[in-house]
């Protein structure tokens, strides 16, 4: 069944992302379209799993900057969820550091007004680092919804408290209904 809507779920190197799968199927029962891309590190940690996540979406799984002249193999994004967001992704996307396809691709979405959501997943002594506050609190002034962590708190609007449940407590369910708030079906 062909589906209206299409989701960029881009994932980065915390552990929730061994879930990914689970929250591919879940989109697409939702009616969602999903394409998915990964950081490298989070590509390597899913290694053995890329060709089953690939024919899952029915898209390649994308980690890397294609090459010039190469065609883009995705339709363009409905709504881009980043989720499982480390601290470096968060970071560099607030930053404008797009070392990684995964930021570069999120970076653009900005500009190009694509509803956003992200889903953080960091620890408390990273998200006592002092760039972090700074980080969120640029994102969500782009437009960016971010999202409470494991726990169900993002302390005073900006920094996570930890967040140490593994890959089934991450709240995927939230982030995709956070989606569907986004872009209801049509
Ligand atoms: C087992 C393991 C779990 C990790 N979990 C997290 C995490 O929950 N949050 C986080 O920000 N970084 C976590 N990291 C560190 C990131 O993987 C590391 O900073 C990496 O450079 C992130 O790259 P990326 O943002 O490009 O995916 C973890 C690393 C390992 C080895």
Redo the contacts with the bound molecule.
Sequence with gaps: MPSDRVLHLLG????PVLGVRAAVAHARALGWDVCLGL????ADWLREELDTLAELTGYPVKSRFRRPGDPEPWPAADAVLVA?A????LN?WALGITD?W?VGHAAEAIGKGVPLIALP???SA?AAHPQFGRSLATLREAGVELLPNADGILADGLAPLP?VAGPSGFPWAKALAAVERAVPRG
Excluded: G, K
Excluded at 12 to 15: I, M, P, T
Excluded at 86 to 89: A, E, V, Y
């Design positions: 980065s190197a915390a552990e950081t490298p590190t989070a499982p480390t601290f470096n992704t560099s990684t995964v997943r960091v620890n990273l967040s």
